[in-house]
């Protein structure tokens, strides 16, 4: 019996498997790394949103203290990101006459921002309260919005006087009655477009007609004359008349007052004073 034995080269060499401790080593990492990722996200979604906030941006005007915003949001010192309710704090915030509109937003997880925007004022009127004369501000609407100056707090442009109204009192969210309503808008339009024409009246009077509406009565700031219009005061109207105003005015220096309530506009002069 022949006991040859072959060799060949091409036999694939014996492939050795990893040793035990390494495999044991390799699972630990994994299992180590997983469970720090799950602590992560468990701080992160459960934990994080529950603890009390870390900052509150409040983007508001002159005369809102802060602390009564946040107070008026209904966020304290244990609120957090989960129980603030952003609805509900625009809601609360927009409660107040002055404010036009809030917009309160959560970011994650535990910031709030609020940013408020100023009701704008087209006109003011005095009125008596307490004994003392006080300014009463309305919106374009008729809302009163704000009575009397606070830390010496004024309106970020001129607004023309507006007389003739009656408040009795003067209150926090009275409108005033709707037939001034195209007048007052008429006036935020100016406002917004041409807000030097207003800086040019000093006071616009309101005057009640015996059965129903009312008339206007313009005060400029330069000049001494006055200006008698109908109720629909626009850009255009009052660019006219302030153009017409100065032809007039310098064609005669007693000039009293002009009437553009029909359709060729009248003047009259004032009276000489007997001496």
Not at 24 to 42: D, H, P, S
């Amino acid at each position: 019996m022949s006991g040859d034995f072959t060799y060949s080269e091409d036999a694939a060499p014996v492939k050795s498997s990893p040793t035990p401790g390494l495999e044991k080593g390799l699972k630990v990492l994994i299992i180590a790394a997983a469970a720090v990722l799950i602590l992560e996200l468990i701080w992160l979604l459960a934990v994080a949103p529950c603890m009390p906030l870390s900052k509150i941006d409040v983007m508001a005007f002159p005369g809102i203290d802060r602390t009564s915003v946040i107070a008026l949001a209904g966020i304290g010192e244990r609120s957090s990101f989960v129980s603030v309710n952003a609805r509900s704090a625009e809601k609360a915030l927009e409660g107040l006459y002055e404010i036009a509109s809030a917009r309160v937003t959560k970011r994650f997880p535990n910031t709030v921002k609020i940013v408020l925007i100023p009701r704008s004022a087209v006109g003011l009127s005095l009125a008596q309260l307490d004994g003392r004369l006080v300014p009463v501000y309305f919106d374009h609407t008729g809302l009163v919005f704000k009575i009397g100056n606070g830390n010496g707090d004024a309106s970020p442009q001129p607004l023309p006087l507006i007389s003739g109204l009656v408040f009795d009192p003067p209150t926090l969210g009275m409108r005033l009655p709707a037939m001034f309503g195209p007048f007052l808008g008429n006036l935020q339009s100016i406002c917004d477009s041409a807000p030097e024409l207003l800086e040019a009246i000093s006071e616009i009077r309101i005057n009640r007609k015996a059965f129903d509406g009312f008339d206007l009565v313009l005060y400029p700031v330069h000049t001494p004359v006055r200006i008698r219009l109908e109720s629909d005061l626009n850009e255009e109207t009052l660019r006219y008349v302030m153009l017409l105003l100065d032809v007039f005015a310098s064609k005669d220096p007693e000039l009293e007052e002009i009437d553009f309530r029909a359709e060729t506009a009248s003047y009259k002069i004032k009276e000489a004073s007997s001496g």
